[in-house]
């Protein structure tokens, strides 16, 4: 038995055989040549260019792998060939053709035997498929180790032939959260996704928010950097294009940028800082209008629809041109005359002449708009607004005159005969004779009030009631300047409206309030309304029409204004009577109150029904009229059950089960895009005679609801074969 077991571990000993590795030996570089067996054909990675460089830095340090070169009759030349370590032997020759590298410069080289059973296309395959590329993160890592060691971006990017932005990058990957680092390593996330997480330095914040979205169906790159930058403002905001992001940085701010992608300049991260920047520079620019010698300044961020309502505009005179900017107009107005008449009768202008004369027209007009001049003893009872405009421009507008700061006659104050002032106790002018408030400055306000108060924030409970007051208030106020646009273009229907008003007011005068037309007619202010409402589409069909009347007519003085009514032909009579008739439209929803001032609820109820009528004669829609259900105008301001139903209304019952779920934001979010484009509206934005055709076309919404309309995060909780049926339905 023990001779056996000797036997056997002999054998085994027999087996083995010994790796014998081929030497090593430096060989001239004049002794070298590159092998056709060398399987690299297609250029990919570093360049030669750029490995010449880095071996002339750094040295050569891998070997090449060469195989002796034989003559025909077996025997050795003395030269090798290079079947693998072609891309390093050109950069040799590149580095010798250059004069950097003498051509008897011993290579150290590999020597494979040439007699070897391993061909040389099996080497060069080999030593090409079995490199294993180093891990991005491991990268990320070793230039970090590089810059603690003390070399720069720019150094780091000449090293490795990059550029300084990508090195930048690649730190900045390396700075995000460990924990979200290892889940790279792991592929438990992708490159991108890493890459939005750069966006705020915040490891806590940005694991916080990996912690949401890693099980959630929205994962996507844009998503981890709403998340991560909600709380802030883009430098592309108004804003912070009016206070500069140089002041705010200066004040202290902090900015987030995204080294990855466009971010318009980066996030501001204290919009509380911004927010009193803003107000500061405002105030500012509101001390310096003060010295034109106002009685008052309104500053607000946004001004309504409608903010000069009820104030009288001064006119003022264009001032004159400077001897310095006839001249430069009267140049500029030349040139564009010459270009006009050389190109004149050319049926095609070229591209580099259209866009000077656009240039030359933009100069003269910044020419030809003058400041006005106002009346001193006017500027002393009346007031400006300084806000900002939709670019974040300074805006300011001069010359309006409140009720209550309207001269009156002594006499007339005294027997209470003045109209302006009935009801409103004796009130004398309080100029000092010289155009300067009596009371010692320019009172500078914000919403009516000085500059300092605090407004109330509203509540929401998140019970199932009755739309908000301020919301119906808000949203009857788009449906009044829509229906003012549509009884402005039809002078028919303003014809009926007005004799409806007149009949109702002659033959039944106990029941004579509560239409929907102040035929006056006196101008109805939506003293509620949402910001966005002046710069709507139909906001500006009115300011257009109006502006357009208001060029024609011949006001201050009422003879002239008489014989220019009168010659008027009686299509143009129709339409202005129709336009200044829009202006007494009153659809609003406004408060009830029992006790007989204000609107009645009987009144109010047939304000609405009368609303409705010239609705339908007009063929409003508030859909086409521009408004939609999102998250601002709606959404965000009822609570949880409302948005609910409108999503059940225009897209099924379904569809909003798989809401049921979100958080109110979320939900909020998720409907807005749900309804888009669906024509869905609340209740008081309504037609009546479109309700029913409103629930058929809910009803082919619902039928045609797919799982394909609705985001991942809908489905993902749903078992299989649920979410099967919800495609099949």
Known sequence: MASDARRGEDLMTKAVQKIILSPSQDIPFDKLVLSQSNVRRIKAGVSVEELAEDIARRGLLQSLSVRPVLADDGTETGKFEIPAGGRRFQALSLLVKQKRLAKITPIPCIVRDAASDILAEDDSLAENMQRVALHPLDQFRAFVSLRDKGQSDAEIAAAFFVTPQIVKQRLKLASVAPALLEIYAEDGMTLEQLMAFTVNPDHARQVQVWDVIHSSWNKEPFQIRRMLTETSVRASD?????VGVEAYEAAGGTMLHDLFQGDDGGWLEDPALLDGLVTEKLIAEAETVAVEGWKWIEVALDLPYGFSHGLRSLSGDPAPMTDDEGAAHAKLLAEYRALEEEYEGQDEIPDEIDTRLGVLETEMEKIETRPLIFDPLEIGRAGAFVTLDRYGALA???????????????????????????????YRDLTDGHGRAAHGGT??????????????????????????????????????L?????IGRSPDVALTLLLLKLVTDIFRTSSASGSCLEASVRQVYMSA?????????????????????????PLGDDAALWDYLTVLDQGSRLALLAHCLSFGVNALHEKVNPYGAGISAGGLTRRMAHADLVARATGLDMVEAGWEPTVDTYLNRVPKARILEAVREAKGEGTAQLLDHLKKGEMASEAERLLKGSGWLPEVLRRNDLVALDGEDCAEATDSVSEADLTAFLTDDLPAESASMLAAE
């Open 396 to 426: 300011v507008y001069r010359g309006y005159v409140r009720p209550e700061d309207e001269p009156v006659e002594e006499a007339a104050v005294q027997d209470g005969t003045d109209p302006a002032v009935a009801g409103q106790g004796d």
């Open 529 to 553: 309304q949402a910001p966005d409402l002046k710069d709507s589409v139909i906001a500006k069909l009115v300011d257009e029409r109006h502006a357009e009347w208001e060029a024609d007519l």
């Open 443 to 480: 009172v500078i306000m914000s919403g009516g009030q000085p500059i300092g108060g605090d407004l109330p924030e509203d509540e929401d409970d998140g019970a199932l009631k009755p739309l908000p007051e301020r919301l119906v208030m808000e949203l009857t106020a788009h449906r009044t």
């Open 482 to 486: 829509a229906l003012r646009e549509a």
């Open 238 to 242: 108004r804003r912070a294009i009016f």
